[in-house]
């Protein structure tokens, strides 16, 4: 009897632990919301990634700012800015769901670029993916308006550290 609950509570946690990941929260934020982040007096490096599901070259890279959130680095936040449609946070939800992605995502709901770009960077032009790089601590910005390849996340934070 006991033999049979063991191997009955070992069935069950592996059962529940293929289970695919529910879909995460994604909050749709105001750019205020997003420039709290950027104006944050924390100790953490933040890494914040503009892109969208639509965009080929955002898709490319994310999994630079997945693999760099799972490291674990208490100093270093990332966040993704998604920039689809407010009305599409069901389509984001999914496609975070399907790639598994564990990063915080936002959803920005400004459809006014020219109110608030500048204030992201003056030399965004507007263009996605776009990384913005802040270490809060020594005021240091890197912003970056490309497809990042492998290691020059890494490079951008250095810079700014």
């Given at each position: ?5 063991v ?23 105001k750019?205020?919301s ?20 639509w ?13 760099l ?9 990332v ?7 407010a ?7 999914e ?66 550290k």
């Open positions: 009897m006991r033999i049979r609950f191997i009955l509570a070992i069935v069950a946690l592996l059962l529940s632990a293929s289970r695919p990941l529910d879909a995460q929260d994604i909050k749709v934020i750019f205020n997003l420039e709290k982040i950027m104006n944050a007096n924390a100790a953490e490096v933040q890494v914040i990634n503009f892109w969208a599901t965009c080929a070259p955002c898709i490319k890279e994310l999994p630079l700012f997945e693999a959130n799972k490291q674990n680095d208490s100093g270093i936040k966040t993704l800015i998604s920039m689809d449609f009305d599409q946070v069901g389509r984001v939800k496609f975070a769901k399907r790639r598994n992605l564990t990063t915080e995502i936002l959803l920005l709901d400004e459809i006014d670029y020219n109110a608030w770009i500048d204030k992201v960077d003056p030399s965004w032009s507007g263009a996605i993916p776009a990384t913005l790089v802040i270490n809060p601590v020594n005021g240091k910005r890197k912003f970056v308006e490309k497809e990042l390849k492998e290691g020059e996340l890494e490079a951008i934070i250095a810079s700014v």
